[in-house]
């Protein structure tokens, strides 16, 4: 049986949401917290989110963002960020607290939060940290075994209709994008040798996953064709020295220069993909990205699930090749020495992904 929770919670009443690590999942997430500010335009719809992912809601007119800071060089939060970070949510007084993670530190917060309804989905483990927990999916739906084709915002979708969404499908991803950033990002752009009046692509050829990495050389013949069609070339990753390596190798495999900003805020990412014409790279929180402020793109998928993690509503040309062991953990290949799935893409392949996508 559903719950009116949402409908019922007080004139004003403010939700948190908390979503840690990943930022795709942070900008699917904007799906469904827009289309529940538009059903209660009276409530504060809040998120919990790692600190460098505030950027995605700055000045925001429907979500707000509470920061988790990470200890430097640390994938993970520490103690006193954590212990401030319940100060906080006890100060703001929510009525209900929704874990969209469902981690042990997750849990914690939600156990600690002090609000009224503290809810989290029904395979969540730390059982402790909840009074309202939402039923699998397949059983929301009454349909046996349809979580397995659904779309990550599909998933959650259905738990927000179990607390009382009355919507009959799922709002497109949105990212709010301030004058600020954009200029930010001209300047950023400019400082790079790339002139922002002029059509640029950007280019995400990094992901922390091995097996989700197209090939660097591939990348870089990408970028020649499109440089030959008036385009000039972004690429874009993290500031880490793996990922500013995976942009050296692509860059080696071209004489055509390439600009390459890899110490970009999430601010500035997401200002530098809405300007651009085109985007084309790995699945990864950029697409995601790419979806959000509706820049075309190409997304090359190679072990993930893209029925799961396609770039949600948007204009987009998916590439990727059928193989038995699809999807997998993706942290390594348990069946081929190289990953096939990513490695099987050809440069045609995405050459015609590109045509059919800026058509």
């Known amino acids: 049986m559903s719950t009116d929770l949402f409908k019922s919670l007080p004139e004003g009443a403010g ?50 963002a509470i920061p988790l800071p990470r200890g430097s060089g640390d994938r993970r939060s520490h103690g006193l960020a954590r212990l401030n970070v319940i100060r906080e949510i006890r100060r703001q007084k929510f009525s209900a607290v929704v874990n969209l993670h469902g981690g042990p ?45 659904l779309h990550t915002v599909e998933t959650q979708f259905a738990w927000f209709r179990w607390l009382g969404l009355p919507f009959e499908e799922p709002a497109p991803t949105l990212l709010n994008v301030p004058a600020a950033l954009r200029d930010a990002a001209r300047e950023k752009l400019a400082e790079a040798g790339i002139n922002p009046d002029r059509p640029y692509a950007v280019i995400a ?27 000039q070339i972004v690429m874009t990753g993290a500031p880490t020295l793996e ?9 080696a495999a071209t004489t055509n220069r390439l600009a390459s900003l890899s110490h ?20 990864s929180g950029p697409a995601h990205i790419a ?23 948007a204009p987009a040309e998916l590439v990727q090749n059928h193989f038995d062991c699809n999807p997998c953990h993706m942290y390594k290949c348990d069946v081929y020495d190289e990953p096939e799935c990513i490695r099987s893409i050809s440069v045609d392949q995405v050459r015609s992904a590109i045509d059919k996508v800026l058509t």
């Open 205 to 231: 050829p990094t992901n922390e996953f091995y097996t989700k990495r197209w090939m660097p050389e591939r990348f870089a013949a990408v970028s020649d064709t499109l440089i030959d069609r008036g385009f």
């Open 291 to 313: 979806a959000a402020v509706k820049t075309p793109q190409v997304v090359l998928f190679g072990p993930a699930s893209s029925v799961r993690w396609r770039p949600w509503r």
């Open 15 to 64: 939700i948190l949401f908390i979503r840690l690590r990943n930022l795709g999942e942070a900008v699917l997430d904007t799906a469904n917290l827009r289309a529940l500010k538009r059903m209660r335009p009276d409530m504060r719809i809040v998120t919990l989110v790692e600190a460098i992912y505030t950027d995605l809601y700055l000045d925001d007119p429907e979500i707000e």
């Open 243 to 251: 990922q500013r390596n995976q942009m050296a190798a692509v860059q």
């Open 105 to 149: 530190t997750s849990a914690q917060l939600t156990f600690l939060s002090g609000a009224r309804y503290r809810i989290g989905a029904s395979h969540f483990r730390n059982g402790y940290a909840y009074n309202t927990r939402i039923p699998p999916v397949d059983d929301i739906l009454s349909r046996p075994g349809i979580s397995e084709d």
């Open 264 to 283: 970009l805020s999430i601010g500035d990412l997401v200002a530098v993909i809405a300007g651009s014409r085109l985007f084309v790279g790995n699945d």
